[in-house]
């Protein structure tokens, strides 16, 4: 175990000193605005403010999925949010989402602008808005938005939780990453045992329980975060693996996990769509080279 001294609470917890760890900078007790900022706007009935975070990537990979079933009041414009520089404590985005977090969405369909926010609201506003990948028979409905809203209660524990305390806390402890990568792997042993019976997580069909569900576990299945493949033998989990390399078969997919990236290859990194083209002449090595 840790050698550090052990800590005793106070009895009132006050905010003097920074929490450490990579994102220190933008943690505060306290929500609202920090300054005045107004947001943009392009020309698209849909407006993303987002990053291209497993959350965000969930949206942008909503979006393209609609796109390619023909549903035009799809089009987005995807605006970039530079969370780590505190985008998300300008006041134009804390109007859209007061709880200051990527993605928020405004629908500029309609004769006022509605605003979206929180990911799991987000992609259900969407598949009710064009009738799209939410079954509307009871069973399977309630079989989708269950997943769904798995993913919603899991998640903080493999990310707030496992890939805080393993990649991103100033020091390594054994109790916390002990605690939440045992959770992390309980929670991928519940998927696998269900995609051992189910081709999708809410049945036969492809859902927004698959979509919100990907870019955590199927990226965390493929490696892709917090450099814990190995640590957490994710190869193991065989029907993990087996559909989330179906989902990335899906073209769809892949442009969505393209939108507002900055990292990777930067011909994976589109930091902002406004348009289909946009893949084929906006990634960064394209900017890059132009």
Same mark, same amino acid.
């Given at each position: ?11 009132? %917890?006050?905010?003097n000193k920074a929490s450490g760890g990579r994102f220190a900078n933008i943690n505060r007790p306290i929500a609202g605005p920090t300054h005045e900022k107004e947001l943009p706007v392009g020309r698209h009935p849909l407006q ?30 995807? %605006?970039?949010?530079? =969370? ?37 609201? =987000? ?23 269950? %997943?769904?809203? %798995? ?34 792997k309980r929670q991928l042993d519940v998927l696998d045992r269900r995609l051992a019976e189910s081709e999708y997580l809410g049945g036969a069909d492809y859902t927004i329980a698959d979509i919100a569900v990907f870019p955590w ?74």
């Amino acid at each position: 175990m840790t050698d550090a001294p052990e800590y005793t609470p106070p009895k009132v %917890w006050s905010w003097n000193k920074a929490s450490g760890g990579r994102f220190a900078n933008i943690n505060r007790p306290i929500a609202g605005p920090t300054h005045e900022k107004e947001l943009p706007v392009g020309r698209h009935p849909l407006q993303l403010y987002s990053l291209g975070t497993p959350n965000g990537v969930k949206v942008t990979i909503m979006l393209e999925e609609l796109l390619a079933l023909g549903h035009a009041g799809a089009e987005y414009d995807a %605006w970039l949010i530079k =969370i780590g520089e505190g985008d998300q404590f300008g006041s134009g985005f804390v109007a859209i989402n007061p709880n200051s977090k990527i993605p928020a969405l405004l629908d500029r369909s309609g004769p006022e602008p509605i605003r979206v926010f929180e990911s799991g609201a =987000i992609l259900t506003y969407l598949a009710e808005k064009f009738g799209a990948f939410l079954p509307t028979e009871p069973a399977k409905r309630a079989e989708c938005l269950s %997943w769904l809203f %798995w993913q919603m209660g899991s998640a903080p524990y493999l990310g707030g939780g496992f890939g805080h305390f393993y990649a991103y806390a100033p020091t390594k402890m054994e109790y916390p990453i002990d605690r939440f990568a045992m959770e992390t792997k309980r929670q991928l042993d519940v998927l696998d045992r269900r995609l051992a019976e189910s081709e999708y997580l809410g049945g036969a069909d492809y859902t927004i329980a698959d979509i919100a569900v990907f870019p955590w576990y199927g990226g965390l299945a493929k490696g892709w975060l917090y450099g814990a493949a190995e640590f957490l033998d994710v190869q193991s989990y065989r029907h993990v693996n087996r559909w989330a390399d179906a989902l990335l078969e899906r073209p769809a997919v892949r442009r969505g996990r393209m939108v507002n990236r900055v990292q990777g290859e930067p011909s994976s990194q589109l930091h902002e769509r406004h348009e289909a083209g946009d893949f084929e002449t906006k990634t960064q090595d394209k900017v890059a080279a132009g």
